[in-house]
């Protein structure tokens, strides 16, 4: 069992920055892969970013790329979503999720864990 706790959400004004985090606690040792979706009312959770826990390797949707980075802090089982120059479209709710190997990485049905989601919103 894994739990994800999220936090960092807010309303910011168009062309600001948000960093969200991710804490993981118990049986983590698993996890290879962990990822930000996000979820807009009337939409699908949708791919925003995702990093490999071990090699670090990371991967962005194209809409998010340049803009956000995601990284890892092992110490603290966290992850980060720094998130640079925000649209009003990237508003949304923000959820963290952990998973097993796969390389599909981009594909949410391969995720075990999921958080409660942080609230985005961007103002025009």
């Known amino acids: 069992q894994v739990q994800l706790v999220e936090s960092g959400g807010g309303l910011v004004q168009a062309g600001d920055s948000l960093r969200l985090s991710c804490a993981a606690s118990?049986?983590?040792?698993?996890?290879?892969?962990m990822a930000w979706f996000r979820q807009a009312p009337g939409k699908e959770r949708e791919f925003v970013s995702a990093?490999?826990?071990?090699?670090?390797?990371?991967y962005y949707a194209d809409s998010v790329k340049g803009r956000f980075t995601v990284s890892r802090d092992s110490a603290k089982n966290t992850v980060f979503l720094q998130m640079n120059t925000l649209k009003p479209e990237d508003t949304a709710v923000y959820y963290c999720a952990a998973g097993k190997f796969t390389l599909f990485v981009k594909n949410r049905q391969n995720y075990d864990y999921w958080g409660q989601g942080t609230q985005v919103t961007v103002s025009s």
């Open positions: 118990g049986r983590t040792f698993g996890v290879y892969n």
């Open positions: 990093i490999n826990w071990s090699g670090g390797n990371t």
